[in-house]
C-alpha cells in the first residue's frame, strides 16, 4: 500500500506535473531519508520502463569512485546523463557508488535546474537540512552569532587572499594534488566563441563549461571561482558589475552544495597577463576620459586598429559615455587640446599594451606649449586646435550652439583658415548635422557665417591668452 | 501558456485607489509600509520584469536551441545559474526590444509580451506568452515580497527549463521575434502623442 503510494506521488510530479524530482527534492517532499527517496526513485524507472518501454523518461546517476590520471589517484563524483554512464563507469578504478539523481520527463542540456530543482526546498529547510541526510557529525553544532559574524569575515579575508594566490600560482585543484583536467575540447563552440570572444579566458572558459555539461560533472568550482574574477574583468563591460560579483559569491555557495572534485584547466597562466593588461589600461584610459570627453576621436587617422570584438565593445562604451558627458560640459568655455596622438594609441589595449605614461602627460600638457600641426609643418607660426561653440540659426529657425575644432594661430593672425570646419560654412538651408566634422577640411565658400567666425575669433583670441 | 502577475509594489500607499488597505488598519505597520512604498514605484516593478523577461528570452533561445549553444554562457540569476548568450549584436538586439517595452510596463499599459519562434519560412513555430496584469494590493513587507517574487521567477526559470518535455523539436533555421501586446488606451494613448507631436 505505502509502496503503491509514493510511486503514484513519483508519478504525479514527473508526468503530470513535469517537474525534475531530484533524490534531495524528493527526501524532503515526503520525509524519507535520502537513501529511500534513492530507492524510490530507482524502483520507479524500473516498473515504469517495464510497464511502458517507449515511456519519456530522462534519468541521471551520481556515480562516485577512484580514478587514476596521470600517475595520481583521485576521487571523482559526477552526476551524469544515463547514456554516458557506462563511460563513465569505464573509466573509473573503483566503483565506490552509483545511484539515481533524477527523474524528469525533459531532456536537460545542461545542469542548470538540477541546482535549481534543490535550491528553494533547501533553503526552506535550512535549518534542518541534515534531517534526512546520510552525512552526518556529532561535532557539527550551529555557532553563536556573535562568533559567526567574526569567523565570516575572517573566512572571506582568508578565501580571497587565498583565490588570489591560487591565481598567481596557478593551482587548481583541492586535496593538494589533482591531475590536470582531461579536455573534452569541441571544436565548434571553440569556432563560434572565438568570433567575438578572442580572449583565451573566454574559451577556456567556454571549453570547460562545454566539458561539464558534455560529461553532466558538476564539479567543485573553487578553480571556477579562480576565473570569475578573471571573468568579472572581461564580462564586465557587458552584463554589469552586479551580476559578476553575484556570480563570484554563487559559485562559492556552490562549492558547499555539492561537494565534489574538481576538474580543472591548466592555461589559467596564459591568461592572467592579458586579463590584467586590459584591465589596468582600461582603469588609465578612464582618467583620461574627462580629459578626452571634447576631443572628437572620429576625426583621427591615428586610432590602431582594434583587434577583437571585446575591445570594440568597451570603445563603444566609452565612447557612449563620451557622447553622454557632452552636452553637459559648459558651452561657454572655450578649451584648447593639445594634439596628443599618443593617447589615442595607449587608450586601444591590444597585446602588447603601450605604456601608461603617454595617458598621464595628457591632463598635464595642457599648460605646456601647443604642438605644430603636422600639415602647416611649414607655417611656422604655432597653430593649436581650439574648441570653440558656435551658435547660429538655422534654416528651421532654430538657434543650434555647436561645438566644433578650429586652428587658430597663435599670433593671432586675420587670415582664418584652412582649418575652418564644416559649422562655420553650413548655409542655413541645409539641413543642420549636429556631429563634428573632420578637423582638417578645406576652405568651403565664404558666407557672412565665416566673417562672424572672424570676429569671434579675434575677440575669444584675446582671452585665451594664459 | 505561463501567467506572470505584475506584482504591484505600490502597497499601502492610501493613494487614488480608495481606502488605503493595509496602511489604514494599525498605525504602526502603516508607517512601515509607506516607507517601504517609497522603496518600490513602478519604475522598479519595469526594471524586474524586464530583467527577467531579457533572462526568459535568452534561456528560451538555449533550451528551443534558435541559436547554436556554443555562444551561450553560464551566469547567475535570482541565485541559480541561467544560460545568457555572449554575442553582442543579439544582447543588444534583445535589451533595445526590452528598453522599448518599458516605458510600457511603467504605465501598466503591456497586456502580455510573446517570444514567437519562426521557422525558415517566416512561419510561427512556437509561442512564448507573458501574460502580465494588475493583482490586487498585497500586505506583505517589502523583503518578504521581493524574496517570494525572486523564488517565483526561479520557478519560471526552472519550467521554460524543462518546456522541451511538452514540445517537439523546432526545423533548423529558426529565428525568434518579440511581440508586446498593449491593451487598448495604450495605443489611443500613443496615437494622440504622434498627433501633437
Given at each position: 500500500m505505502a509502496d503503491q503510494l509514493y510511486l503514484e506521488n513519483i508519478d504525479e510530479f514527473v508526468t503530470d506535473q513535469n517537474k525534475i524530482v531530484t533524490y534531495k527534492w524528493l527526501s524532503y517532499t515526503l520525509g524519507v531519508h535520502v537513501n529511500q527517496a534513492k530507492q524510490m526513485l530507482y524502483d520507479y524507472v524500473e516498473r515504469k520502463r517495464k510497464e511502458?518501454?517507449?515511456?519519456q523518461l530522462h534519468v541521471t546517476y551520481l556515480v562516485s569512485g577512484s580514478l587514476i590520471q596521470n600517475g595520481h589517484s583521485c576521487h571523482k563524483v559526477a552526476v551524469v546523463r544515463e547514456g554516458k554512464l557506462e563511460a563513465v563507469k569505464s573509466k573509473l578504478a573503483v566503483t565506490a557508488s552509483i545511484h539515481v539523481y533524477s527523474i524528469q520527463k525533459a531532456m536537460l542540456k545542461d545542469s542548470g535546474p538540477l541546482f535549481n530543482t534543490d535550491y528553494d526546498i533547501l533553503k526552506s529547510n535550512l535549518q534542518n537540512c541534515?534531517?534526512?541526510?546520510a552525512i552526518q557529525c556529532a561535532a557539527a553544532v550551529p555557532r553563536a552569532p556573535a562568533e559567526s559574524s567574526s569567523s565570516s569575515k575572517k573566512f572571506e579575508q582568508s578565501h580571497l587572499h587565498m583565490s588570489s594566490e591560487t591565481q598567481a600560482n596557478n593551482e587548481l585543484t583541492t586535496n593538494g594534488h589533482g591531475p590536470p583536467a582531461s579536455k573534452q575540447v569541441s571544436q565548434q563552440p571553440k569556432g563560434i566563441m572565438g568570433m567575438f570572444a578572442s580572449k583565451a579566458a573566454a574559451k577556456t572558459q567556454e571549453t570547460n563549461k562545454e566539458t561539464k555539461t558534455e560529461a553532466k560533472e558538476v564539479t567543485n568550482a573553487s578553480a571556477a571561482g579562480n576565473k570569475a574574477p578573471g571573468k568579472g574583468n572581461m564580462m564586465s563591460n557587458f552584463f554589469g558589475k552586479a551580476a559578476m560579483n553575484k556570480f563570484k559569491v554563487n559559485l562559492d555557495s556552490e562549492q558547499a552544495v555539492k561537494e565534489e572534485k574538481i576538474v580543472e584547466q591548466p592555461t589559467v597562466s596564459v591568461t592572467e597577463p592579458k586579463l590584467a593588461t586590459p584591465a589596468g589600461l582600461k582603469k588609465s584610459s578612464k582618467k583620461a576620459e574627462p580629459v578626452k570627453v571634447l576631443q572628437k576621436e572620429k576625426k583621427r587617422g591615428k586610432r590602431v586598429a582594434l583587434s577583437d570584438d571585446e575591445t570594440k565593445e568597451t570603445e563603444n562604451m566609452r565612447k557612449k559615455r563620451r557622447r553622454i558627458k557632452l552636452p553637459e560640459s559648459d558651452s561657454s568655455e572655450d578649451e584648447v587640446f593639445p594634439d596628443s596622438p599618443g593617447a589615442y594609441e595607449a587608450e586601444?589595449?591590444?597585446?602588447?599594451?603601450?605604456?601608461?605614461?603617454p595617458l598621464e602627460p595628457v591632463p598635464k600638457t595642457e599648460p605646456e606649449p601647443p604642438s605644430v600641426k603636422s600639415s602647416s609643418g611649414e607655417n611656422k607660426r604655432k597653430r593649436k586646435r581650439v574648441l570653440k561653440s558656435k551658435t547660429y540659426l538655422d534654416g528651421e529657425g532654430c538657434i543650434v550652439t555647436e561645438k566644433v575644432y578650429e586652428s587658430e594661430s597663435c599670433t593671432d593672425s586675420e587670415e582664418e583658415l584652412n582649418m575652418k570646419t564644416s559649422s562655420v560654412h553650413r548655409p542655413p538651408a541645409m539641413t543642420v548635422k549636429k556631429e563634428p566634422r573632420e578637423e582638417r577640411k578645406g576652405p568651403k565658400k565664404g558666407t557672412a557665417a565665416l566673417g562672424k567666425a572672424n570676429r569671434q575669433v579675434s575677440i575669444t583670441g584675446f582671452f585665451q591668452r594664459k | 501558456m505561463t501567467t506572470l502577475t505584475r506584482q504591484d509594489?505600490?502597497?499601502?500607499?492610501?493613494?487614488?485607489?480608495?481606502p488605503a488597505g493595509p496602511g489604514a488598519g494599525a498605525s504602526g505597520p502603516a508607517g512601515f509600509l509607506e516607507r517601504a512604498t517609497g522603496l518600490c514605484p513602478p519604475a522598479v516593478v519595469a526594471d524586474v520584469l524586464c530583467e527577467f523577461l531579457e533572462v526568459a528570452v535568452h534561456l528560451i533561445l538555449y533550451v528551443r536551441e534558435v541559436?547554436?549553444?556554443?555562444i551561450f554562457q553560464k551566469r547567475k540569476k535570482y541565485n541559480v545559474p541561467v544560460q545568457m548568450s555572449c554575442h553582442p549584436e543579439l544582447n543588444q538586439y534583445i535589451q533595445d526590444t526590452l528598453h522599448c517595452v518599458k516605458p510600457l510596463l511603467e504605465k501598466n499599459d503591456v497586456e502580455k509580451v510573446v517570444v514567437v519562434i519562426l521557422d525558415k519560412e517566416h512561419r510561427p513555430v512556437e509561442k512564448f506568452v507573458f501574460e502580465i496584469t494588475q493583482p490586487p494590493l498585497l500586505s506583505i513587507s517589502s523583503d518578504s515580497l521581493l524574496s517570494h517574487v525572486e523564488q517565483l521567477l526561479r520557478a519560471f526559470i526552472l519550467k521554460i527549463s524543462v518546456c522541451d518535455a511538452v514540445l517537439d523539436h523546432n526545423p533548423p533555421g529558426c529565428t525568434f521575434t518579440v511581440l508586446v501586446h498593449t491593451r487598448e488606451a495604450a495605443t489611443r494613448n500613443m496615437e494622440k502623442i504622434q498627433v501633437i507631436k
Open positions: 511502458n518501454s517507449g515511456a541534515s534531517k534526512f541526510s586601444s589595449p591590444s597585446p602588447p599594451p603601450p605604456p601608461s605614461p | 509594489l505600490n502597497f499601502g500607499q492610501g493613494r487614488e485607489a480608495g541559436y547554436p549553444v556554443g
